[in-house]
């Protein structure tokens, strides 16, 4: 049988269980606890559309496709995100298909996406009908990326996309990445505020179907750089990273199929 994985970072001392779940309590309720300091207007959490310029022409076409897409009521993983988990289907659909071409997979990763975007899809269709065993989730860089959003606002934002998931897919599993480092140096400040939000988002591992995964080590040098040779642009992963990224996510995918 599958056991939760844990961050090495999440030792579950008293104190630290105590800050977690009050940590978990303000990202599931992020306008009634003061702690979060993300207005409810803000608009990491108000679901939208991409609206983005550069997407007009592919991004609405590509949310109807989803919803028509042969074999999406029979997929057994469910794929969430952004550009990065897009990119299964392009620099790392080979990668996938060698390690995970067994699995029924539906990928509704979108380019772009904020976790305003994934909140739309979900409460407009995209995971109507279709009940997957497993559903991995990594949202949140281009909230950093595109507006500098501070962290406490996409972390809320997560919280609420895993609320909107945990609802509509009640026989599923989710797991919940640790959005990927960016920048060459570790105090590059996207990666620094990409840090943030992991760290709020980690308690949500205490919720019932609720796995945090933080595997950002695997593309990262001993002193933290990340390479052009993982990452050319240091943000999306090269067929190297997906690689890397797909077998370490094999013996956890399997964990829960076993």
Same mark, same amino acid.
């Given at each position: 049988?599958?056991?939760?994985?844990?961050?090495?970072?999440?030792?579950?001392?008293?104190?630290?269980?105590?800050?977690?779940?009050?940590?978990?309590?303000?990202?599931?309720?992020?306008?009634?606890?003061?702690?979060?300091?993300?207005?409810?207007?803000?608009?990491?959490?108000?679901?939208?559309?991409?609206?983005?310029?550069?997407?007009?022409?592919?991004?609405?076409?590509?949310?109807?496709?989803?919803?028509?897409?042969?074999?999406?009521?029979?997929?057994?993983?469910?794929?969430?995100?952004?550009?990065?988990?897009?990119?299964?289907?392009?620099?790392?659909?080979?990668?996938?298909?060698?390690?995970?071409?067994?699995?029924?997979?539906?990928?509704?990763?979108?380019?772009?996406?904020?976790?305003?975007?994934?909140?739309? /899809?979900?409460? &407009?269709? $995209?995971?109507?009908?279709?009940?997957?065993? +497993?559903?991995? #989730?990594?949202?949140? @860089?281009?909230?950093?990326?595109?507006?500098?959003?501070?962290?406490?606002?996409?972390?809320?934002?997560?919280?609420?996309?895993?609320?909107?998931?945990?609802?509509?897919?009640?026989?599923?599993?989710?797991?919940?990445?640790?959005?990927?480092?960016?920048?060459?140096?570790?105090?590059?400040?996207? /990666?620094?505020? &990409?840090? $943030?939000?992991?760290?709020?988002?980690?308690? +949500?591992?205490? #919720?019932?179907?609720? @796995?945090?995964?933080?595997?950002?080590?695997?593309?990262?040098?001993?002193?933290?750089?990340?390479?052009?040779?993982?990452?050319?642009?240091?943000?999306?992963?090269?067929?190297?990273?997906?690689?890397?990224?797909?077998?370490?996510?094999?013996?956890?995918?399997?964990?829960?199929?076993?």
């Amino acid at each position: 049988m599958y056991s939760k994985l844990y961050s090495p970072n999440l030792m579950k001392t008293p104190a630290l269980l105590f800050t977690s779940l009050f940590a978990l309590f303000t990202l599931l309720y992020p306008t009634e606890n003061a702690f979060a300091q993300c207005p409810e207007n803000a608009a990491a959490l108000t679901p939208a559309p991409l609206e983005e310029p550069w997407a007009i022409e592919w991004w609405m076409p590509r949310h109807l496709d989803k919803l028509q897409e042969e074999g999406r009521d029979e997929a057994e993983i469910l794929l969430i995100g952004d550009s990065i988990t897009h990119g299964w289907e392009l620099r790392g659909a080979q990668a996938w298909n060698e390690h995970f071409g067994d699995f029924r997979t539906f990928n509704i990763g979108y380019s772009g996406d904020r976790t305003e975007n994934v909140l739309w /899809r979900l409460q &407009n269709g $995209e995971v109507e009908g279709i009940s997957p065993k +497993l559903a991995l #989730l990594m949202i949140g @860089t281009n909230n950093t990326g595109h507006r500098m959003d501070p962290a406490d606002c996409t972390a809320a934002g997560i919280g609420l996309i895993i609320s909107e998931l945990r609802n509509r897919l009640p026989q599923t599993h989710f797991l919940l990445l640790a959005i990927f480092p960016r920048g060459e140096q570790p105090d590059d400040g996207m /990666r620094v505020r &990409n840090e $943030e939000i992991n760290r709020l988002i980690a308690p +949500l591992d205490e #919720l019932d179907r609720v @796995t945090f995964l933080d595997l950002n080590s695997i593309f990262l040098t001993d002193e933290g750089i990340l390479t052009e040779e993982i990452m050319p642009d240091l943000l999306h992963p090269h067929e190297t990273g997906y690689r890397l990224w797909a077998e370490a996510l094999r013996p956890v995918i399997l964990g829960f199929f076993n």
